[in-house]
């Protein structure tokens, strides 16, 4: 069985969008879990609308992604953003392809993003070029064997970057696979109103805090302010 775990805040549309093609699939037996850290719309009323199991935590992916994964009862896990737009079977997809090799100890899926401007263009390239040297991202469906998972120790709580800490763990143990059917879709509205140059030298300096060792809640906080004037300079 796969265990499929959704951190959400303030996702009640996408959320909806995401539950009623997941609990609509007739040869989907997953179980699916929402984690909310603190939501003030109606997210939470919108997970507890379908036969799902609703969490609540404090607010950090990396901790909601913990929480729902102390519940979770498959040996299959699928990590899963609420603004992923998947096709049907996409659940099918990870457990056949996991049935099929067993030397397999988890993957991701190729990711494109749902902007049609040039920059949402250009990183449906980028992230193919970056998979295939083994660098990939929670907003690609993340999944993974749970016993492979508890043998690599787990997934770090740290409010960022989390996605980035496990994926360099999985790499170094072993074969990986990238599902290309059916592929995923992400949304590109945290690139809406923000300079090229500025998104990717925000996502440089994150790497580079990591890599020197400072704490998920920095690195956090130093990415919502880089956002945050990035925008306040577009509109000035």
């Given at each position: 069985m796969i265990s499929v775990i959704i951190p959400?805040?303030?996702?009640?549309?996408?959320l909806r969008c995401l539950l009623s093609l997941l609990c609509s699939e007739e040869d989907n037996h997953a179980e699916i879990i929402v984690v909310d850290g603190g939501s003030d719309d109606d997210t939470m009323k919108v997970a507890e609308s379908f036969s799902v199991t609703s969490?609540?935590?404090?607010?950090?992916?990396?901790?909601?992604?913990?929480?729902?994964?102390?519940?979770?009862?498959?040996?299959?896990i699928?990590?899963?953003?609420?603004?992923?737009?998947?096709?049907?079977?996409?659940?099918?997809?990870?457990?056949?392809?996991m049935d099929q090799n067993s030397?397999?100890?988890?993957?991701?899926?190729?990711?494109?993003f749902d902007g049609g401007d040039d920059?949402?263009?250009?990183?449906?390239?980028?992230?193919?070029?970056?998979?295939?040297?083994?660098?990939?991202?929670?907003?690609?469906?993340?999944?993974?064997?749970?016993?492979?998972?508890d043998k690599i120790g787990g997934l770090s709580s740290c409010a960022l970057m989390e996605d980035y800490?496990?994926?360099?763990?999985?790499e170094a143990f072993g074969l990986t696979c990238n599902i290309t059917d059916p592929a995923m879709v992400t949304s590109s509205r945290r690139f809406?109103?923000?300079?090229?140059?500025q998104i990717i030298w925000g996502w440089v300096k994150i790497h580079l805090l990591y890599h020197l060792g400072f704490s998920g809640d920095?690195?956090?906080?130093?990415?919502?302010?880089?956002?945050?004037?990035?925008?306040?300079?577009d509109k000035s």
């Open positions: 959400t805040l303030n996702e009640q549309d996408n969490l609540q935590s404090r607010r950090g992916r990396g901790h909601q992604l913990c929480v729902g994964l102390a519940q979770a009862q498959g040996d299959i699928l990590f899963l953003h609420a603004d992923s737009h998947i096709a049907c079977g996409t659940v099918k997809a990870v457990q056949d392809k030397a397999l100890i988890g993957g991701n899926f190729q990711l494109t920059f949402s263009l250009w990183l449906n390239g980028f992230y193919v070029w970056l998979r295939a040297r083994g660098f990939y991202y929670g907003d690609s469906g993340i999944f993974i064997r749970k016993v492979i998972l800490d496990l994926v360099r763990r999985m809406t109103g923000r300079r090229k140059w920095f690195m956090a906080r130093h990415y919502d302010s880089i956002r945050s004037s990035e925008h306040a300079n």
